[in-house]
């Protein structure tokens, strides 16, 4: 049924107004999934909705006034009785606008004519600058972008349960200090740009990589996070590391088609058809690069479009020039140090100047604790033992590479690997 659809296509925007009308996570996670249980009983009968969003949100607020006046009938709260005829009100006000509920027909103050889409208005909308970085962007991919916990949690190298109770203290912090759930005014952007470029990277890596599921790349994310990358273009047209971050994005997304086999197997870069690469990304991806690159010293997201870059001006794979992309690297570790970056600084080292130099950098990495449960660690080291014939050394950490990996195409090109180590001792 369209329900499965519905549900990953507006279940975000869906949260986000009914955090917005009621002020609590918590009470709006909960609601929204009795409206989407209301649908599976109901729908079936008598056929989806012309607006599905604006009926599951419209059952969700019908309900929400339901619990609250059971809670203040019980409890005699002041509180509760004006909390339920404001929300009478609201969904008075919605039907005298036509019987249309609309999650962004909130007070924009001026913002909503800076821009229209829905999404991305509710990700600044997400984006507090009261909480932490990470538990701004953490929320919104949680709350907005349909990520699942334990994708969070691979986003940021941290365990599912400790991403867990971070979710859950920035909700308690919403609520304790009465955060608004607003939309920001115009004037605000700028404090909270970072967060929503990172909001949107974050949202291409998981479609870029797949953290799990069977296949390689989830193409709706790649898709959805570069469209908003043009809106971001559009609305900040002087921010550098705006351009930039859409150049990556398209960079690497012209690989798509060769990334993956007919039997949904990864490729690796210097094995893919360079003719199965997207010229018309490339070429605005270079555009965007240069640009980003002019007038000022390179951010994170420049100097990771640099990178991409270079891969994508090289004709072949032994045209690469990786000593330039392990300057680059060495740039960004100095712009934006993280294990991550000496990760693939070493990979680049090593393609530059031989394996043995890429394992003395991934020596020095061993003890990190946020690279424990990050499969691409061991993944990288048995790739530099395989190129130095250390066959058993190799199938070693491959098989750790196995009791990481979650994605099954990932899975399966290390099972070939290890194979091939294994045939060989």
């Not at 509710?122 to 507090?128: A, Q, S």
């Not at 043995?356 to 990495?365: E, I, V």
Request: glycine fraction near 6%.
């Amino acid at each position: 049924m369209d329900i499965e659809r519905i549900f990953r296509e507006e279940s975000g925007r869906i949260l986000a107004t009914l955090i917005g009308l009621l002020g609590d996570f918590d009470l709006a996670e909960e609601l929204m999934q009795e409206a989407f249980t209301v649908a599976l009983e109901q729908w079936p009968a008598h056929g989806v909705p012309g607006n599905p969003r604006a009926w599951l949100i419209s059952t969700a607020h019908h309900k929400g006034i339901d619990l609250l006046r059971r809670r203040a009938n019980f409890e005699s709260k002041r509180d509760e009785l004006k909390k339920i005829a404001d929300l009478e009100q609201q969904l008075a006000d919605t039907h005298m606008r036509g019987h249309r509920m609309n999650p962004n027909e909130a007070d924009d103050q001026g913002f909503g004519e800076v821009f229209k889409d829905d999404r991305l208005r509710l990700i600044f909308t997400c984006c507090h600058p009261a909480l932490a970085l990470e538990a701004q962007v953490a929320l919104t991919l949680r709350t907005l972008c349909g990520l699942t916990t334990d994708e969070i949690a691979r986003g940021f190298l941290v365990a599912a349960p400790t991403m867990a109770q971070r979710l859950l203290r920035a909700k308690q912090k919403i609520r304790d200090a009465g955060i608004s759930y607003q939309v920001p005014a115009a004037q605000d952007l700028a404090e909270r740009i970072d967060a929503v470029l990172l909001v949107v990277y974050l949202v291409f890596n998981e479609g870029y990589s797949a953290s799990s599921g069977d296949a390689a790349i989830r193409q709706e994310l790649c898709c959805e996070a570069i469209r908003l990358g043009r809106i971001l273009c559009q609305l900040l047209p002087a921010q550098r590391e705006v351009r930039a971050l859409l150049a990556l994005m398209l960079l690497h997304d012209s690989r798509r088609a060769a990334r993956i086999g007919e039997n949904g197997e990864q490729i690796l870069l210097e094995e893919q058809s360079r003719d199965r690469w997207n010229q018309d990304q490339i070429r605005e991806g270079l555009a965007l690069v240069d640009s980003a690159l002019r007038n000022g010293p390179p951010g994170p997201y420049a100097l990771q479009a640099a990178i991409a870059a270079v891969h994508a001006r090289a004709q072949t794979a032994d045209e690469t020039d990786w000593r330039q992309i392990a300057g680059l690297y060495e740039l960004l570790l100095r712009v934006q140090p993280s294990p991550v970056v000496q990760l693939n600084h070493a990979a680049a080292v090593a393609m530059a100047e031989g394996p043995d130099a890429g394992l003395r950098l991934l020596d020095d990495l061993e003890s990190n604790s946020e690279l424990r449960t990050y499969y691409m660690f061991p993944a990288s080291r048995a790739d530099l033992l395989r190129r130095l014939e250390r066959w058993p050394a190799a199938a070693n950490y491959y098989r750790r590479a196995l009791d990481l990996a979650n994605n099954e195409s990932a899975r399966a090109f290390l099972t070939r690997r290890l194979c091939e180590m294994e045939s060989k001792i």
